[in-house]
């Protein structure tokens, strides 16, 4: 069974984790090209190129399920949805 990654990023100015994308194979590879990601930025009629995210971080999921994810679970009776009935 094949392991799965999460690529976690913080993106500059932002004190929040976000989960970037997830990955069978090469976990390494994709944070190196999501580190080279640049922001353009235009101030008093300059521009400036910075990075997009402070800092990158791979974690190891464990085994990759082989079930497809098919659908989400139905939300609980107090939830507060309307499902237009």
Do not use: F
């Amino acid at each position: 069974m094949r392991k799965r990654y999460s690529i976690w990023v913080r993106e500059r100015g932002s004190s929040r984790e976000i989960e970037l994308c997830q990955a069978d194979t090469n976990p390494e590879k994709i944070a190196e090209a999501a580190g080279k990601k640049l922001l353009r930025i235009s101030s008093s009629g300059r521009q400036y190129r910075i990075k997009r995210y402070d800092w990158i971080r791979i974690v190891d999921n464990g085994e990759a399920s082989k079930v497809p994810h098919i659908r989400a679970e139905e939300p609980p009776g107090n939830a507060g949805t309307s499902r237009g009935e």
